[in-house]
Protein backbone atom coordinates (compact mmCIF):
# COMPACT_ATOMS: atom_id res chain seq x y z
CA UNK A 1 0.00 0.00 0.00
CA UNK A 2 2.45 2.58 0.76
CA UNK A 3 4.46 2.34 -2.17
CA UNK A 4 1.28 2.95 -4.55
CA UNK A 5 0.44 5.86 -2.36
CA UNK A 6 4.02 6.91 -3.39
CA UNK A 7 3.46 6.74 -7.02
CA UNK A 8 0.37 7.99 -6.69
CA UNK A 9 1.88 11.58 -4.99
CA UNK A 10 5.06 11.55 -7.24
CA UNK A 11 5.96 11.38 -10.80
CA UNK A 12 7.90 8.51 -11.64
CA UNK A 13 7.44 7.62 -15.05
CA UNK A 14 7.68 10.11 -18.41
CA UNK A 15 5.16 11.97 -16.75
CA UNK A 16 7.75 13.49 -14.59
CA UNK A 17 8.11 16.24 -16.48
CA UNK A 18 5.13 18.06 -16.39
CA UNK A 19 4.62 20.47 -14.23
CA UNK A 20 1.06 21.50 -14.97
CA UNK A 21 -1.19 21.28 -17.86
CA UNK A 22 -4.39 23.68 -18.26
CA UNK A 23 -7.06 23.03 -20.37
CA UNK A 24 -6.79 26.78 -22.50
CA UNK A 25 -3.68 28.63 -22.83
CA UNK A 26 -5.43 31.60 -21.74
CA UNK A 27 -6.21 29.80 -18.18
CA UNK A 28 -2.51 29.97 -17.34
CA UNK A 29 -1.72 32.83 -14.99
CA UNK A 30 0.61 35.49 -16.71
CA UNK A 31 2.23 35.07 -13.71
CA UNK A 32 3.63 32.19 -14.82
CA UNK A 33 4.80 33.63 -18.09
CA UNK A 34 6.66 36.89 -15.94
CA UNK A 35 8.34 34.47 -13.88
CA UNK A 36 9.89 32.14 -16.10
CA UNK A 37 11.25 35.10 -18.22
CA UNK A 38 12.83 36.15 -15.20
CA UNK A 39 14.29 33.41 -13.91
CA UNK A 40 15.76 32.23 -17.42
CA UNK A 41 19.86 32.83 -17.52
CA UNK A 42 20.71 31.44 -20.14
CA UNK A 43 17.72 30.90 -23.54
CA UNK A 44 15.05 32.00 -24.12
CA UNK A 45 12.90 31.30 -27.12
CA UNK A 46 9.41 31.99 -28.32
CA UNK A 47 8.44 29.58 -30.89
CA UNK A 48 4.65 30.51 -31.65
CA UNK A 49 3.41 31.52 -34.82
CA UNK A 50 2.85 34.64 -34.20
CA UNK A 51 4.17 35.26 -30.46
CA UNK A 52 1.60 38.11 -30.45
CA UNK A 53 -0.14 37.46 -26.96
CA UNK A 54 3.17 38.10 -25.17
CA UNK A 55 3.77 41.79 -26.04
CA UNK A 56 0.04 42.52 -24.57
CA UNK A 57 -0.04 40.31 -21.52
CA UNK A 58 3.49 41.27 -20.14
CA UNK A 59 4.23 44.57 -19.05
CA UNK A 60 7.23 45.79 -20.82
CA UNK A 61 8.48 42.67 -22.30
CA UNK A 62 10.67 44.79 -24.94
CA UNK A 63 12.60 45.90 -21.66
CA UNK A 64 12.73 42.31 -19.65
CA UNK A 65 14.18 41.20 -22.95
CA UNK A 66 16.52 44.00 -23.83
CA UNK A 67 17.91 43.55 -20.03
CA UNK A 68 18.11 39.61 -20.40
CA UNK A 69 20.02 39.71 -23.97
CA UNK A 70 22.37 42.11 -22.09
CA UNK A 71 22.94 40.15 -19.90
CA UNK A 72 24.06 37.24 -21.72
CA UNK A 73 20.96 35.29 -22.20
CA UNK A 74 20.13 34.40 -25.51
CA UNK A 75 16.67 35.69 -27.09
CA UNK A 76 15.13 33.93 -30.36
CA UNK A 77 11.89 34.08 -31.42
CA UNK A 78 10.91 31.93 -34.59
CA UNK A 79 7.34 33.08 -36.07
CA UNK A 80 5.40 32.32 -39.22
CA UNK A 81 6.33 34.00 -42.47
CA UNK A 82 3.41 35.95 -42.66
CA UNK A 83 3.79 35.94 -46.83
CA UNK A 84 3.61 32.14 -47.03
CA UNK A 85 0.58 29.91 -47.97
CA UNK A 86 0.54 28.15 -44.98
CA UNK A 87 -0.19 31.69 -43.17
CA UNK A 88 -2.96 32.34 -45.87
CA UNK A 89 -4.61 28.20 -45.18
CA UNK A 90 -4.15 28.97 -41.60
CA UNK A 91 -5.79 31.95 -41.81
CA UNK A 92 -9.11 30.83 -43.47
CA UNK A 93 -9.17 28.40 -40.97
CA UNK A 94 -9.25 30.20 -38.45
CA UNK A 95 -11.65 32.80 -39.75
CA UNK A 96 -11.26 35.00 -37.12
CA UNK A 97 -11.00 39.39 -38.03
CA UNK A 98 -7.58 39.46 -36.39
CA UNK A 99 -5.33 37.42 -38.67
CA UNK A 100 -2.34 35.69 -38.55
CA UNK A 101 -0.79 38.36 -40.83
CA UNK A 102 -1.30 40.61 -38.36
CA UNK A 103 -0.53 39.10 -34.98
CA UNK A 104 3.00 38.60 -36.89
CA UNK A 105 3.22 42.39 -37.37
CA UNK A 106 2.78 43.44 -33.70
CA UNK A 107 5.60 40.99 -33.34
CA UNK A 108 8.01 42.22 -36.10
CA UNK A 109 7.41 45.51 -34.79
CA UNK A 110 8.39 44.90 -31.15
CA UNK A 111 11.66 42.87 -32.59
CA UNK A 112 12.06 45.92 -34.71
CA UNK A 113 12.68 47.72 -31.53
CA UNK A 114 14.72 45.29 -30.12
CA UNK A 115 17.19 45.47 -33.68
CA UNK A 116 20.09 47.16 -31.55
CA UNK A 117 20.41 44.28 -28.81
CA UNK A 118 23.20 41.44 -30.23
CA UNK A 119 21.49 38.54 -28.38
CA UNK A 120 18.15 39.19 -29.76
CA UNK A 121 17.45 36.74 -32.64
CA UNK A 122 14.21 36.37 -35.14
CA UNK A 123 13.80 33.29 -37.57
CA UNK A 124 10.70 32.88 -39.89
CA UNK A 125 9.40 28.99 -39.87
CA UNK A 126 6.25 28.37 -41.71
CA UNK A 127 6.35 24.43 -40.21
CA UNK A 128 5.34 24.86 -36.59
CA UNK A 129 1.67 26.68 -37.57
CA UNK A 130 0.08 24.07 -35.18
CA UNK A 131 2.51 23.99 -32.46
CA UNK A 132 3.89 26.81 -30.30
CA UNK A 133 7.42 26.03 -28.02
CA UNK A 134 8.12 28.31 -25.61
CA UNK A 135 11.59 27.79 -23.77
CA UNK A 136 12.87 29.46 -20.50
CA UNK A 137 16.49 27.33 -19.94
CA UNK A 138 14.90 23.73 -18.47
CA UNK A 139 11.68 24.98 -18.36
CA UNK A 140 9.34 24.99 -21.40
CA UNK A 141 5.17 26.04 -22.44
CA UNK A 142 3.89 23.68 -25.27
CA UNK A 143 0.74 24.45 -27.00
CA UNK A 144 -0.86 22.09 -29.34
CA UNK A 145 -2.68 24.35 -31.39
CA UNK A 146 -6.05 22.38 -32.05
CA UNK A 147 -8.12 22.67 -35.60
CA UNK A 148 -9.96 25.93 -35.90
CA UNK A 149 -9.04 27.42 -32.56
CA UNK A 150 -6.54 30.28 -32.34
CA UNK A 151 -3.63 30.38 -29.68
CA UNK A 152 -5.42 31.25 -26.78
CA UNK A 153 -7.96 28.38 -27.01
CA UNK A 154 -5.53 25.36 -26.73
CA UNK A 155 -4.24 23.89 -24.35
CA UNK A 156 -1.10 24.00 -22.92
CA UNK A 157 1.36 21.76 -21.25
CA UNK A 158 4.23 23.64 -18.59
CA UNK A 159 7.18 21.18 -18.73
CA UNK A 160 10.67 21.10 -16.30
CA UNK A 161 13.20 18.88 -18.17
CA UNK A 162 14.19 16.37 -15.84
CA UNK A 163 15.63 13.24 -18.08
CA UNK A 164 17.51 12.84 -21.27
CA UNK A 165 15.50 12.04 -24.35
CA UNK A 166 12.59 13.05 -22.34
CA UNK A 167 9.39 15.40 -23.71
CA UNK A 168 11.24 18.42 -22.99
CA UNK A 169 14.47 17.12 -25.15
CA UNK A 170 12.10 16.41 -27.96
CA UNK A 171 10.15 19.51 -28.22
CA UNK A 172 13.80 21.55 -27.73
CA UNK A 173 14.66 19.44 -30.75
CA UNK A 174 11.77 20.29 -32.89
CA UNK A 175 12.70 23.73 -32.44
CA UNK A 176 16.36 23.28 -33.11
CA UNK A 177 15.12 21.83 -36.17
CA UNK A 178 12.45 24.38 -37.28
CA UNK A 179 15.60 26.86 -36.20
CA UNK A 180 17.83 25.50 -38.88
CA UNK A 181 15.46 25.76 -41.61
CA UNK A 182 14.23 29.14 -40.86
CA UNK A 183 14.91 32.44 -42.49
CA UNK A 184 15.96 35.45 -40.93
CA UNK A 185 13.73 37.96 -40.16
CA UNK A 186 16.31 40.68 -41.00
CA UNK A 187 17.53 39.60 -44.24
CA UNK A 188 13.90 38.61 -45.27
CA UNK A 189 12.79 42.49 -44.83
CA UNK A 190 15.57 43.65 -46.97
CA UNK A 191 14.22 41.46 -49.63
CA UNK A 192 10.99 42.72 -49.54
CA UNK A 193 12.13 46.31 -49.26
CA UNK A 194 14.67 45.60 -52.44
Known amino acids: MWPNAIRSALATGPDREIVQVFPYRSAAPSSLWRSLVTKAQHELVFAGYTNYF ?3 EQANLAGALRR ?39 TLN ?9 NVEGRFEIGHVNLSVFRFDDEMIVTPILA ?6 SPLMHLR ?3 ADGMFDRFAAHVEELWSRGRDIREAGQDVQA
Request: net charge positive.
Open 54 to 56: LWL
Open 161 to 163: RSQ
Open 68 to 106: KAQSGCRVRFLIGDPASPVTAAREAEEAVPLTLSTRIAV
Open 148 to 153: RKVGHD
Open 110 to 118: ELEKLRDVT
